[in-house]
């Protein structure tokens, strides 16, 4: 969860990680940001994330982001 | 048939009324028939691409369907026996062959729109080139018809198909109910672009006559009227005779000019919207959002945000997202690492699919040079904006800028606007020397030798009147649309007050409408 949160910090400083449910949905984060941290879960985590997964809910926070990651981890 | 012709007068009270009286499980194939009758009014001919894009697209969805099918079926039966490998190998098989079917009517569909609307362009620009290094290689010019609204209903298509490739939702069962989807009546000529999950099942539900949804239907189509004849077709007049002879104006006037044609584009775009959406609410189907006040934006991508959304969302989704986070995309990023600055080389998989993206955009909009340097150009500001936030904001924090102050929100609408404005002329402007030449007059505020008046053609003095008070309708709108639901405010009013509302608008658009029943001028966006 922490090494999420430092990712997402490092393309926006701006933004209340730890409480924010819906990135999103509010706007906070759009579709240049999604690209800069995909690109970086891909070569931290060593996933792939299909395009078919870029969806508002594996987005929205941390915690979607983190089952995410675990999910495509496990079907690796 | 136009929105703004006649016939469609005739037309849509005619399909609502029989809409609500077609027994409830047949209201999508009444939908269905009208449709088609709608589209095909315009030229029988269109319906042959119109029928081979849903044909192509309905097999293709359902043998999609047939490999997950499969994919599913033999997982299950083998569960225990498959490894994890045997299990990862199936799953890869059957990804190739969904990608083989979705890739040959990809193609396909998307090649017939490319041959249709820009062999000609090509054949032009290589015929231009074979003959200025004196070749007498030729390509020839054909005479092609370009159906009404086949880069709208293309695209719906391959979204749907694209969304059963990637498993969002099964593929539909029913070909006749496919067909409705890409063809209902109010959006098939300029949209909105609707996705299969949140349009479809509204088609073929039965729908009950709804007050509320007929009230509110007509107010927005009215609404939508009111923008096209009153003030789009107005402001048509002053920009076309600007255009047709731009050297006779001066640096301001074609400035305003500019001015004018943004609001021009804007009122008959989002004009037409509203006369569809507000058509569609009158049979209970609601569409997809289309523009959100967008020359209130703060920045050029919070405008493509807001205006032609869900243009921008198809984008987004089928090209944007799959390119940058491609191999290549990703990989360009990998390399800018090891290369480049750390903030440069974070952003190269976005530089990637945004070139792109754009580049199709221009291209999306119409088969010529200036089409394409329109795409190009909100390319490189988005991208520039992109690479430049870290300075801008260094110097706004120097500058102790706040972001929230309202001089500071304004400037950047305004600045917005202007970049914006500049585009339009690239879009506006018949070729590329023209677009060029007019920004040149604009910059250096050039005077022609004998100047015009803008006043000295078809748009008289009433005309600048009229304008200038419905586009002061419209922005007061656009304001109060930020604070309350102006739809619902005006339905608690008195009924004196709300029919004086509905009156006077009707009014205004049968006596300041610019109309003409036999030749209605022509929705901007039908050419796409």
Wanted: net charge positive; proline share 3%.
């Amino acid at each position: 969860m922490e090494e999420i949160i430092k990712i997402l910090k490092q393309f926006r400083p701006d933004i209340d990680f730890e409480n924010q449910k819906n990135l999103i949905g509010d706007g906070l984060l759009d579709s240049l940001d999604i690209v800069s941290i995909v690109s970086e879960f891909d070569s931290e985590f060593d996933i792939e994330i299909p395009v078919e997964e870029i969806t508002p809910e594996n987005f929205n926070s941390v915690q979607a982001m983190k089952e995410l990651i675990e999910r495509l981890k496990d079907e690796a | 048939m136009t929105f703004n012709s006649l016939n469609f007068f005739l037309f849509f009270p005619a399909a609502a009324m029989l809409y609500f009286l077609v027994p409830q499980k047949y209201q999508w194939v009444f939908l269905l028939i009208s449709s088609y009758f709608f589209y095909l009014f315009a030229n029988m001919k269109f319906g042959f691409f119109l029928i081979s894009t849903t044909a192509t697209t309905f097999f293709a969805a359902k043998a999609l369907g047939a490999v997950s099918d499969y994919q599913k079926i033999t997982l299950l039966q083998n569960k225990g026996v498959f490894s994890k490998e045997q299990a990862k190998e199936c799953k890869a098989i059957c990804k190739s062959r969904k990608k083989r079917i979705v890739a040959a009517v990809v193609i396909l569909n998307f090649g017939i729109l490319a041959f249709l609307k820009y062999f000609n362009f090509l054949s032009a620009n290589f015929n231009f080139f074979a003959k200025s290094i004196h070749s007498s290689a030729g390509l020839p010019v054909l005479k092609l018809i370009l159906p009404l609204g086949i880069s709208f209903y293309t695209f719906q298509a391959m979204g749907y198909l694209i969304d059963v490739y990637r498993g969002k939702y099964p593929p539909e069962q029913n070909p006749a109910k496919l067909a409705l989807f890409l063809s209902f009546f109010p959006q098939i000529m300029e949209g909105p672009i609707g996705r299969y999950d949140d349009l479809a099942h509204q088609l073929y539900e039965p729908h009950e006559f709804d007050y509320d949804n007929a009230k509110y239907g007509l107010q927005l189509m009215l609404w939508g009227y009111f923008k096209k004849v009153v003030i789009a077709d107005r402001a048509g007049i002053l920009v076309n005779t600007v255009y047709s002879s731009y050297q006779s104006y001066s640096g301001f006037q074609l400035a305003i000019t500019a001015v004018v044609y943004a609001i021009q584009i804007y009122a008959d775009f989002s004009g037409y919207i509203d006369i569809a959406t507000g058509a569609a609410q009158f049979m209970g189907i609601r569409l997809a959002q289309n523009f959100n006040r967008p020359y209130f934006s703060k920045t050029v991508s919070e405008f493509w945000r807001r205006w032609h959304i869900t243009l921008g969302t198809w984008f987004k989704d089928y090209l944007f997202y799959p390119l940058s986070l491609s191999k290549a995309g990703l990989n360009l990023g990998k390399f800018g690492r090891k290369h480049f600055h750390a903030d440069f080389a974070k952003n190269l998989p976005a530089i990637f699919g945004l070139s792109i993206v754009w580049l199709t955009t221009g291209l999306w909009h119409g088969a010529d040079w200036h089409y394409i340097v329109y795409g190009v150009y909100y390319g490189l500001l988005i991208i520039l904006s992109m690479l430049c936030k870290p300075v801008f904001e260094k110097i706004n924090n120097r500058l102790n800028v706040h972001p929230e102050q309202f001089g500071w929100k304004l400037f950047r609408v305004a600045r917005t606007f202007f970049l914006v404005c500049l585009g339009f002329i690239l879009f506006r402007a018949d070729n590329l020397p023209t677009a060029f030449g007019v920004m040149r007059s604009i910059f250096l505020m050039s005077r022609p030798a004998v100047g015009t008046s803008l006043l000295n053609g078809d748009f008289t003095k009433t005309d600048l009147l009229f304008f200038v008070l419905s586009t002061g309708i419209l922005l007061a709108v656009s304001l109060l649309q930020r604070k309350m639901n102006l739809r619902e405010t005006l339905a608690q009013k008195s009924t004196a007050v709300r029919w004086a509302v509905y009156c006077t608008a009707a009014l205004s658009v049968v006596f300041l409408g610019v109309l003409s029943s036999n030749d209605p001028t022509q929705f901007i966006y039908f050419q796409f």
